[in-house]
């Protein structure tokens, strides 16, 4: 039977009712996540999952369609927000900007990125550049939002009209506002990186597994998010779904930890294990070594101030460091924990291309901690030397 215009205006070709509309909103939308968690970011960006080129311009085109996100300047922005994370040169950073900035105004922070053409000529090669890129893709990206206008109408009517707007909000609300943003702000920490990125939540589905951002920003280049036995990645259950079908290569996973026993001192093995794990190490010399210390003695510390022996008092103001500094110096056995926590520190960030004098630094400090005479030190150093990676099966 025919649709009346005024059933076509609100209900269009399909009249589906409202449940319908739920359905289809949820799977365009996580759609849409896919699309920018998989292919933009865990793909293009960093290279570690390689697609059938079937999914790949699939991912393309929806992100074409959804967003109008051109996916050199995607995969720019966001190398550039590892390179100069938490800097002022970072893009959308919580810490130079503003909690409040990145959260609300994340679209904006992403226009002004995208309007720094150095940039993304330095931080955007490898991206897709054939004939479809080059003259629909790029130079009519918001053609695509444009369409979709036209077939949600058609499809729903005005009531169409409503998903869409919802959908063209869905992107810079949960990937700009709040994994870029509250991704740098609340959460838990599996590891101690060198900026502040957290783990929203270990149940990873709705932004397609973006929620493990800690875990992301350790290994940056794995395809696998969940890095701990009760997380759980939504995105990488797709992976693994693409991969049995063969429609997806994982080329990189986060390496997983093991400890040789009766090392007497830090071999080559070790070197590449810290140098691979570093974050990691860093975690378990603050949850092994400086936290035991510090609960075991009568000593009473700020929660804030406490983080800061995590990091090195890294993300303190002026005034919070000199009260940590302040504590640390009617405390020597804590003192001596910063310290040899921040030589340890110096020693995995060098990058020094002569391993042995690497090595070798790797060798003092184990001494040298050891005669401390700090147990909790002693059996972090003798742990430490046994480290080797057991490379994580895909």
């Known amino acids: 039977m025919p649709v009346s215009l005024f059933d076509f205006l609100a209900g269009g070709l399909l009249q589906a009712g409202f449940g319908a509309l739920v359905v289809y909103l949820l799977v365009t939308t996580q759609l849409t996540i896919f699309a920018v968690t998989l292919y933009l970011h865990r793909s293009m960006t960093h290279r570690g999952v390689d697609f059938h080129p079937v999914i790949n311009h699939f991912f393309r085109f929806w992100t074409w369609l959804t967003t109008s996100m051109i996916t050199r300047e995607w995969v720019a922005i966001h190398r550039k927000h590892h390179a100069m994370c938490e800097t002022e040169d970072d893009p959308h950073s919580p810490v130079t900007r503003g909690i409040g900035k990145v959260f609300w105004q994340g679209v904006e922070l992403y226009r002004e990125a995208r309007s720094d053409r150095a940039s993304i000529e330095k931080y ?8 479809i890129e080059r003259h629909l893709y790029t130079p009519h990206a918001t053609l695509g939002p444009v369409l979709l206008l036209f077939i949600s109408f058609g499809l729903f009517g005005f009531a169409g009209v409503a998903v869409w707007a919802i959908q063209m909000l869905w992107i810079p609300f949960w990937a700009a506002g709040v994994v870029n943003g509250l991704g740098h702000w609340w959460g838990y920490r599996n590891f101690e990186t060198t900026d502040k990125a957290t783990n929203l939540t270990p149940w990873a589905f709705w932004i397609g597994g973006e929620e493990l951002h800690n875990n992301h920003h350790a290994f940056p280049s794995s395809a696998k998010f969940a890095l701990r036995r009760f997380e759980f990645d939504i995105g990488w259950s797709v992976i693994r779904v693409l991969q049995a079908m ?13 400890v040789r026993p009766n090392i007497a001192m830090p071999d ?6 810290l140098l691979a794990i570093r974050f990691q190490a860093m975690t378990d010399y603050y949850r092994k070594v400086t936290l035991p210390t510090l609960r075991a003695s009568d000593d009473k510390l700020p929660r804030k101030l406490r983080k800061g022996l995590a990091d090195g008092g890294r993300w303190l103001d002026d005034a919070k460091r000199a009260r940590l500094q302040a504590w640390l110096a009617e405390r020597p056995h804590m003192a001596t924990l910063a310290e040899y926590r921040q030589r340890l520190q110096q020693v995995l960030d060098d990058r020094s291309h002569d391993a042995q004098a690497t090595l070798q630094k790797l060798h003092d400090w184990c001494v040298e901690a050891e005669a401390t005479g700090n147990q909790a030190l002693q059996q972090f150093s003798a742990r430490m030397k046994g480290y080797t990676l057991v490379p994580a099966r895909a």
């Open 124 to 131: 955007g090669k490898g991206c897709p550049d054939d004939w």
């Open 246 to 258: 063969r429609l997806a290569k994982v080329l990189r996973v986060a390496p997983t930890l093991d």
């Open 268 to 273: 080559r093995e070790t070197l590449k294990a």
